[in-house]
Structure formats: structure tokens, C-alpha cells
């Protein structure tokens, strides 16, 4: 047996939850590298590394 939630989750906190994990994926880090702007844990498009 799966263990139940202790409330549901309404449908706003659903969202706001959606809003920040999308947030924190578009936040931009700079490339170490070249100094332009990458997607954190990703490879850098300007220089592969
Ligand atoms: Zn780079």
C-alpha cells in the first residue's frame, strides 16, 4: 500500500509548486568557460563544456 497524502492538494498550490519548479529551470547560470549565459547542469551551446 502506497502511503496516502494528509490533505489534498488544492488546484492553486498545484500551480504555484508548477510556477516555481519552472522558475528554477529557466534561472540562468554563466558558463564558466566563455562567460555566457547556460542552462544550469547543461552543456554550454557556445562551447560544449
Ligand atoms: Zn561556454
Redesign the pocket.
Known amino acids: 500500500m502506497a502511503p496516502l497524502p494528509k490533505s489534498k492538494r488544492s488546484t492553486a498550490r498545484k500551480g504555484r509548486s508548477l510556477v516555481s519548479k519552472m522558475r528554477s529551470f529557466s534561472k540562468l547560470v554563466k ?6 549565459n ?1 542552462l544550469p547542469h547543461k552543456a ?6
Do not use: A, L, P
Request: net charge positive.
Open positions: 558558463c564558466e568557460n566563455c562567460g555566457k547556460k554550454c551551446k557556445y562551447c560544449n563544456k
